[in-house]
C-alpha cells in the first residue's frame, strides 16, 4: 500500500498569498496517478487535480498541480477566501487507493 | 451529469452490519468504478472499496475482510455492507464516482454512528 504524507499539516496565510501544498508517497506513483481535493466543513469533497497535473471541470486557474513520482504539489496562485479548507492528495495509481492525511488551510 | 444519492440506517449498535446504498442518476452506469468513502468525525478520508458494472472489485486490505460491494445494473445502484462493526466505524460514508480513480463526484454523505 503507496503511503501519502502531506505538508504541512496546518498551513496559514492572508488572502491574496500563494499556497504550496506538498503531497509525498513512500514509493512511485504509477502514470501520476495522484488527485488534489478540496474539502469545507460539512461538505463532501471536491475533485480540484487529477493526473498530477489536470484541472477538473469548473475549477479555477488559480489552482494548479505538478509534480511526478513520489513528490506532488499543489499550488493556489492567489487565495481567495472561500480556499481556506481542508485539502487532501489522493493516489489511485494501485488497485488500493490511499489518501493523505490533510492539510488544513487557516486564515493567518 | 452524473448525481449521486445515497440512503441508509444511520444508528448501529455493535456487531451489526452496516448497509448503504447509492443511486446514480444521469450520466452512464458502465465503464466507471463506483466507490465508498469514509471518514471520521474530525479526520481524514478513508477508501473503503469500488466496484464497476461488472461486478469486478477492490478492497482496502485494512477493511477486506468485514466488506461487500455489489452492484444493481437495472437499477443503476451500489452497495455497501459491512459486518461486526464496532465505535471505530462510526464515520461519515460517501459514495463517489471515479472515472479513471479520480474521485470526480460524491454523494451527499450518510453519518452511520455505532453505538450500544
Known amino acids: 500500500e503507496i503511503v501519502l504524507t502531506q505538508s504541512p499539516d496546518t498551513l496559514s496565510l492572508s488572502p491574496g498569498e500563494r499556497a504550496t501544498l506538498s503531497c509525498r508517497a513512500s514509493?512511485?506513483?504509477?502514470?501520476?496517478?495522484l488527485a488534489w481535493y478540496q474539502q469545507t466543513p460539512g461538505q463532501a469533497p471536491r475533485l480540484l487535480i487529477y493526473?498530477?497535473?489536470s484541472r477538473a471541470t469548473g475549477i479555477p486557474d488559480r489552482f494548479s498541480g505538478s509534480g511526478s513520482g513520489t513528490d506532488f504539489t499543489l499550488t493556489i496562485s492567489r487565495l481567495e477566501p472561500v480556499d481556506f479548507a481542508v485539502y487532501y492528495c489522493?493516489?489511485?495509481?494501485?488497485?488500493?487507493?490511499?489518501f493523505g492525511q490533510g492539510t488544513r488551510l487557516e486564515i493567518k | 451529469q452524473v448525481q449521486l444519492q445515497q440512503w441508509g440506517a444511520g444508528l448501529l449498535k455493535p456487531s451489526e452490519t452496516l448497509s448503504l446504498t447509492c443511486a446514480v442518476y444521469?450520466?452512464?452506469?458502465?465503464?466507471?468504478?463506483w466507490s465508498w468513502v469514509r471518514q471520521p468525525p474530525g479526520k481524514g478520508l478513508e477508501w473503503i472499496g469500488e466496484?464497476?458494472?461488472?461486478?469486478?472489485?477492490n478492497y482496502n486490505p485494512s477493511l477486506k475482510s468485514r466488506v461487500t460491494i455489489s452492484v444493481d445494473t437495472t437499477k443503476k445502484w451500489f452497495s455497501l455492507k459491512l459486518n461486526s462493526v464496532t465505535a471505530a466505524d462510526t464515520a461519515v460514508y460517501y459514495c463517489?464516482?471515479?472515472?479513471?480513480?479520480?474521485?470526480?463526484?460524491w454523494g451527499q454523505g450518510t453519518l452511520v454512528t455505532v453505538s450500544s
Open positions: 463517489a464516482i471515479n472515472p479513471g480513480g479520480e474521485m470526480a463526484g
Open positions: 444521469g450520466g452512464s452506469f458502465s465503464g466507471y468504478f
Open positions: 466496484i464497476n458494472h461488472r461486478g469486478t472489485t
Open positions: 514509493q512511485s506513483v504509477s502514470r501520476n496517478y
Open positions: 493526473g498530477a497535473s
Open positions: 489522493q493516489q489511485y495509481g494501485t488497485s488500493s487507493i490511499t
